[in-house]
């Protein structure tokens, strides 16, 4: 038993940081000599969350840093030289794990950039290379991506209710999963939209800023409120939001003026005031009211208390006066989506005597989950405003026609022709080559500027809460065909 469950968890190899099954298989491949055999894999989701209309990916530079330091370690090696099937044998032989221990990754991997918008079905991720490690690859880029990208998500769902200039602070570390949860999701969060965090070793780490107020335990703490926000005047007399609500909202209000008159007789303001409870319109109305009567028109007024995008929708509607919204766990814990439920498929796999590629496909009894084969890219047409008009997937391995047209994979009826001037970019970027990286990663600020610039580039029906309009997202015609095709070869014939 590890005596640091903590502190001795992220040791410098995170190689183990992976399903049983993908090593499973990895010896699988390896023992029936098929470990070199090329193979090419998509990382998708199949659904937007949060019942929206797209998703902004997420999780790429950290997937990078994963990918990069990928080695099995003597401490790895040794773990699992130590497991045992049913029956007590070893479960991994020493020449296999002589095997990992000498492995070097060499796959290539294409990407969406960070803060780019994606629909369900279109790969964030495509990696080809040896089937053996692009396997091994499959649970943590998963697991970072899914998160990453679910986060960024709720956190450009609230910037679309809060609007352009209010600001939105994330405060969820107390209540999200785990230390890791809470550092992945201050991130995510500010590349989706959120200006700053709480969470302090997330604005050490990833350059976030950090803000914060102060408790009901500080207000506690003394005789009454002018004299608690008094002492927090002294040590920030010009950074003070003061917690007004700890027995009386709008008397705390008040209480707060009385400082912050005594702050402006020494040259500071009073920069805030925040509520924590109650009804937050009247609560907010009646606090601006108090406020600018007593000619602090500029103090901001910050709300908390289980803030989301619908909740923010509703008190905007209400006619809120709040200007900075503190959100917590409904934005760290991704309330009411527990997971983006990404997927990574098998899509190509080179031909045994190395003359082509044979593309593979998953079938299901649910048509949703049947997978797209070949070697995908997306496509992103654009109209003459230079907006998304449509996405189209297309295999990479075949030639595409002069003349293009969009199928529904859900309906083959519904079809959208592309004139061949259409403006278009690709989305997926080289990312690796042979194992070496070759992309120069943006900063995170710049992936954030990126992401608000994708999602107010979308027409503003896909970014409704409600039923919002489903963006086109269609196969070349040609891999519709294939994929058709593919899928009445695989499926067995039953007679009625």
Known sequence: MNAAPLSGLYAPSLALVTDLYQLTMAYGYWQQGLQDREAVFHLYFRKAPFQGGYAVAAGLALAVDWVE??????????????LRGSKGGVMFPPDFLRYLRELKFTCDIDAVPEGTVIFGNEPIMRVRGPLLQAQLLETALLTLINFQ???????????????????????GLRRAQGFDGGLGAS????????????????????????????AHSWVMSFANEVDAFSAYA?????????????????????????????????????AGIRLDSGDLAYLS????????????????????NDLEENLITSLKQQGARIDTWGVGTQLVTAYNQAALGGVYKLAALRKADNSGWDFTIKLSEQVAKTSIPGILQIRRYLNEYGKPRADMLYNTAENLPSHLMLVDPADSTRRLPIRPDTQFR?????????????????????????????????????????NPHVFPVGLEMGLYEYRTRLILEKRPMRSA
């Open 149 to 171: 990208t679910l986060i960024a998500t709720k956190a450009a769902r609230i910037r679309e209710a809060t609007g352009p200039t209010d600001q939105i602070l994330e405060f």
């Open 285 to 304: 109305r009646e606090a601006r009211a108090v406020l600018d009567e007593a000619g602090f028109t500029e103090t901001r007024i910050v709300a908390s």
């Open 426 to 466: 690709e989305l997926l970027e080289p990312v690796f080559r042979r194992g070496r990286r070759v992309l120069d990663l943006p900063t995170l600020a710049e992936s954030r500027a990126h992401a608000q610039r994708e999602v107010q580039s979308l027409d503003p029906g896909v970014r409704r809460f409600l």
């Open 187 to 214: 991130r995510a969060a500010y590349l989706g939209g959120a200006d700053a965090t709480s969470n302090v070793l997330a604005g050490q780490r990833y350059g976030i800023p950090v803000r914060g107020t102060h």
């Open 69 to 82: 330091n990928l080695k099995f370690s003597e401490d790895d090696l040794e773990y699992l030289g130590s």
């Open 234 to 270: 002294q040590a920030f007399p010009d950074d003070s939001v003061f917690l007004v609500d700890t027995y009386d909202t709008i008397e705390g209000v008040r209480q707060a003026i009385k400082v912050a008159r005594q702050m402006r007789a020494n040259g500071h303001e009073l």
